[in-house]
């Protein structure tokens, strides 16, 4: 069974750092997904990633296949993006959807 | 607007009493699954539906059913809820089973 370990599990940093969230998994993935779920509770895909490194505004997500590891980065952090940051993936060959990491709990201080 | 539409958003109900969470999208997706979300354990899947008729367990299926009768709906059924099934729940849907999902808003549930 795939295990999906992100880390930090819990962060806080001062409005305008650089922040990185990490994702590592064990076994081989179609693709990998970031997540973002704000304190109301819903859910936001931010990133689809099957190679490479992908960016919008403020946020860069990277994979690396052969390492086995994903990292999602936010340059210029505000406030805003206080909120949990999941890690998911897709299995490769497989068709039962996403297997999730514990969630990044991610608090930007003004 | 494409969206993955749940209903109710809030529900208290006590143990046994047989109900159903809804959950409807409008984008003429293929795929759909059902999630829960419990404090230390993150998001674990419940069921998933690649088409129409064509419905699979995911890794904590005990306690529920779902039924795909029709491509926009997937409902989550439960039977006999227990206490223990007191959660949030995320419905989900996605063009394929790789990228594109949308999530619906969230049902907490609490049982009794």
């Known amino acids: 069974k795939n295990e999906v370990e992100q880390s930090p599990q819990n962060l806080t940093a001062q409005e305008g750092e650089f922040i990185t969230i990490n994702c590592s998994y064990s076994?081989?993935?179609?693709?990998l997904h970031w997540l973002q779920q704000h304190p109301g509770g819903g859910i936001v895909s931010l990133f689809m990633?099957?190679?490479g490194k992908k960016k919008h505004g403020r946020l860069i997500a990277t994979i690396n296949i052969q390492e086995k590891h994903s990292s999602l980065h936010i340059t210029a952090s505000h406030p805003r993006d206080s909120a949990v940051y999941i890690c998911?993936?897709?299995?490769?060959?497989?068709?039962?959807?996403?297997?999730f990491g514990k969630g990044t709990h991610l608090i930007i201080q003004p | 607007e494409a969206q993955v539409t749940q209903n109710p958003r809030y529900l208290i109900t006590v143990t046994g009493k047989k109900l159903t969470v809804t959950c409807s999208q409008n984008m003429n997706h293929e795929y759909m699954s059902w999630y829960r979300q419990d404090p230390g354990l993150g998001l674990r899947q419940i069921y998933y539906s690649m088409n129409v008729e064509v419905t699979d367990k995911g890794d904590v299926p005990e306690g529920y059913k779902v039924s795909r009768k029709e491509k926009r709906n997937f409902p989550l059924i439960l039977e006999s809820p227990s206490p223990n099934q007191t959660s949030l729940y995320f419905c989900?849907?996605?063009?394929?089973?790789?990228?594109?999902?949308?999530f619906g808003s969230g049902t907490r549930l609490t049982v009794v």
């Open positions: 998911a993936v897709i299995l490769r060959g497989g068709a039962d959807g996403l297997t």
């Open positions: 990633l099957s190679s």
């Open positions: 076994v081989g993935i179609s693709a």
């Open positions: 989900a849907s996605s063009h394929n089973w790789v990228n594109g999902y949308t």
